[in-house]
C-alpha cells in the first residue's frame, strides 16, 4: 500500500479540478529526480492554446529560487503560471478565471483580425 504526501494530495486536488472545468485539455507532469529537469512545474497543461504552469506544494511549502525563476521565465514568455498550496479553492478558481480570460482575449484578437 502506497502513502500519499501531503503535497500528492494536493496534485490530485488539483488534477481534478482542471478536468472538470476543462475536460477537453492537454496534461503533462515532468518527471521528478534525477531524470527530470529541476525547476520545471509540477503540472503543464494547454488549454486551447493557453499554456498553464502550476506548481503545488503542501501547505506550509515553499518555492525554491529556482522554481521561482522557471515560473518567471515561463510567464515572461506567455504562460499563465501559478503556485497553490494546498487545497485551495478559491485560487483554482482565480486560475479558471484567468484562462476564460485568456481565451476571451484570444477569440477577440482573432475576431478582430478576420477580415
Known amino acids: 500500500m502506497s502513502v500519499v504526501t501531503a503535497e500528492g494530495k494536493v496534485k ?5 479540478f482542471m478536468k472538470e472545468h476543462f ?9 521528478g529526480g534525477a531524470f527530470g529537469k529541476a525547476g520545471m512545474p509540477d503540472h ?8 498553464v504552469c502550476i ?14 525563476q522557471t515560473l518567471k521565465q515561463l510567464s515572461k514568455r506567455g504562460a499563465l503560471c501559478a503556485v497553490v498550496y494546498g487545497k485551495d479553492e478559491a485560487k483554482m478558481l482565480r486560475i479558471k478565471e484567468a484562462i476564460l480570460k485568456e481565451r476571451q482575449k484570444r477569440t477577440e484578437h482573432v475576431a478582430a483580425s478576420t477580415v
Open 55 to 68: 506548481e503545488i506544494k503542501a501547505d506550509k511549502g515553499k518555492l525554491s529560487a529556482l522554481q521561482e
Open 23 to 31: 475536460p477537453d485539455h492537454f496534461y503533462y507532469s515532468p518527471m
Open 44 to 51: 503543464i497543461y494547454l488549454i486551447n492554446g493557453i499554456l
Open 12 to 16: 490530485m486536488f488539483v488534477r481534478k
